[in-house]
């Protein structure tokens, strides 16, 4: 009885921590996207694609129709510049660590829609729901 008792407040935890993780991400303006959502987001609008890696990591692949802006880069914040602040933007990197920086910086310079690729190119890179292109 006391293992149910310990398991179900475990659950309770778990369940309030994830909804409160989720209501942060809704906060800031920026939405995770799975590959499928970024699919029919790519289909349906008129969306900027930018991946964030260095340009190395963005020569050996790629998705398709995406756009190379650095976020290590010391232009990075004039690189930015030059996307439309009222077109929804969908970055990714390789994990999913610099696109949330990058979110953060694009949502603070006045973007209005932006989507983050959940868990970055590496996580979706055997899937068949992007079109990912690799150096031959």
């Known amino acids: 009885m006391r293992k149910l008792f310990i398991i179900s407040c475990f659950l309770l935890v778990v369940s309030f921590g994830t909804s409160c993780i989720d209501s942060k991400i809704e906060n800031t303006g920026v939405k995770l996207v799975t590959a499928e959502e970024m699919q029919s987001i790519l289909e349906l609008e008129d969306v900027q694609l930018v991946d964030v890696r260095t340009p190395k990591e963005y020569s050996e692949e790629r998705i398709a129709n995406s756009q190379n802006i650095d976020y290590n880069s010391p232009t990075f914040d004039e690189d930015i510049t030059k996307l439309d ?29 932006i989507y983050d690729l959940e868990g970055g190119i590496s996580k979706w890179r055997h899937s068949d729901k992007i079109d990912i292109e690799v150096k031959s």
């Open 85 to 113: 602040k009222t077109k929804p933007v969908i970055l990714y990197c390789r994990r999913g660590n610099r696109s949330a920086k990058c979110a953060k910086k694009l949502k603070d310079a006045g973007f209005e829609k």
